[in-house]
Structures are given as C-alpha cells and as structure tokens.
C-alpha cells in the first residue's frame, strides 16, 4: 500500500493523490483503479480495445522488477487476449 501510495503521489501530485485515497475508502482495489482512471483516462476498464475493438479492456497497475521504478500500468483485453503498456 505504502509503494503504491509512493507511485501515485510521484505520478498525481500529493493533492490528487490524497483526494483519491480518501474517495476510495482506504479500498485497495478501488484506489489503484481510480488512479488508473486518473493517469490514463483515455483507457479506462471496460475500454476499447485496440486490436478487436470490443470494450472489455482492463488497467492494472504492476509492479516492476526494480522497486525504483515504481509501477507500470498494464492493458488487458480479455476477448482477444493481448496486452499493452497503458503510458
Ligand atoms: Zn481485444
């Protein structure tokens, strides 16, 4: 929780970042999708896919092997299966 609050203060700002941790409730899951949301708005869950156009694309933030570098967030389409970097 802390490194995910680290990444998104670095990314938001500290304002932001605050204002989203306190509309999510302290909800883990809820607080990393909204930060996605806010990062790449464009491309929120339920969005449209690229590649086959359906609109089950899914954000998620994820850790990268170095700790330095924060998090990355990934695209998923569950229909045709690939994935993207979201930045
Ligand atoms: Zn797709």
């Known amino acids: 929780m802390d490194e995910a ?7 938001l700002g500290n ?3 605050h204002q989203v941790f306190i509309e999510t409730g302290f909800n883990m899951d809820e607080y990393i999708e909204r ?3 806010v990062l ?3 491309q ?7 590649h ?3 609109h089950t694309v899914t954000v998620n933030l994820v850790q990268t092997r170095s700790g330095d570098e924060g ?13 993207w970097t979201a930045n």
């Not at 929120?44 to 690229?50: L, N, S």
């Not at 998090?71 to 994935?83: D, G, N």
């Open 15 to 17: 304002e932001k970042e």
């Open 71 to 83: 998090m990355t967030a990934i695209a998923a389409c569950e229909s045709c299966e690939r994935t």
């Open 5 to 11: 609050r680290r990444t998104a203060k670095a990314k």
């Open 35 to 37: 930060v996605c949301n």
């Open 40 to 42: 790449h708005p464009h």
């Open 52 to 54: 086959c156009h359906k």
């Open 44 to 50: 929120p869950a339920g969005g449209k896919c690229p």
